[in-house]
């Protein structure tokens, strides 16, 4: 079983959209979650970080639910620029030695107008 | 803003040949990490380093060496290449332990194509 399991898509919705993507992870000491998103042909970039209570950025709602273990990402008002590959990420360990992280396949979404 | 910088875009390289792929960060970052990257797979950690000449391996570390002899500075290394190791490799840097530590800054890639 992969330790971060995504759907990997594609997700093709309209603009001005809502889209909701989940990820599951099999570690059930991961303290931390993120989403990083990944335009074709590029680097990953962090979006955002995902805390025990829910956060919001703008158009986008990140949750984590620990009981399942399960962590999502909510965009609404779908861009076109919106298109893109998106990974779930979970840490690996939280120990002295820095902060290994474990990424997701990524759930590829495409906005169309 | 970081920077994380790669040697190669692209690399072409035959079976059996010793490769070298260079990664820099401008921001004294201890943390530097060598993934891969396949479809359907994800990035995997092959390397990680946490400090100057201090390295621990990831979760495929077979085929590949790490060298860390300055901190801004961390090189991948091929040591006969071959064609499962024709992959996306990309590096980054994080700062040291702590929540901060978490987000990681990643160069380019460097598309490798062993034939």
């Known amino acids: 079983r992969k330790e971060v399991e995504q759907d990997p898509g594609p997700f093709n919705v309209p603009e001005g959209a809502t889209v909701a993507f989940n990820c599951t992870y099999s570690n059930s000491a991961s303290q931390s979650f993120f989403w990083y998103r990944q335009d074709c042909r590029k680097e990953p970039k962090l979006l955002m970080s995902v805390y025990s209570s829910g956060n919001e950025d703008g158009r986008f709602t990140a949750q984590l639910n620990r009981a399942s273990q399960y962590i999502s990402l909510l965009i609404r008002d779908s861009k076109l620029s919106d298109s893109a590959t998106y990974l779930c990420?979970?840490?690996?360990?939280?120990?002295?030695?820095?902060?290994?992280?474990?990424f997701g396949a990524g759930t590829i979404l495409r906005v169309k107008s | 803003d970081v920077k994380v910088t790669q040697s190669s875009r692209y690399l072409v390289k035959r079976t059996g040949e010793k490769v070298f792929l260079e990664c820099v960060q401008d921001m004294d970052h201890e943390n530097m990490f060598w993934y891969r990257q396949d479809p359907g797979l994800g990035l995997r950690l092959i390397y990680f380093s946490y400090d100057v000449k201090m390295k621990e391996k990831g979760d495929i570390p077979e085929g590949y060496s790490v060298s860390r002899e300055k901190k801004e500075r961390f090189s991948l290394i091929l040591e006969s290449a071959s064609t499962n190791q024709t992959s996306m490799y990309l590096c980054?840097?994080?700062?040291?332990?702590?929540?901060?530590?978490?987000?990681?800054?990643f160069g380019p890639g460097t598309r490798l194509t062993v034939t």
């Open positions: 990420v979970v840490n690996k360990r939280r120990d002295e030695y820095g902060n290994k992280l474990v």
């Open positions: 980054a840097s994080s700062l040291g332990a702590g929540l901060a530590g978490y987000e990681q800054y």
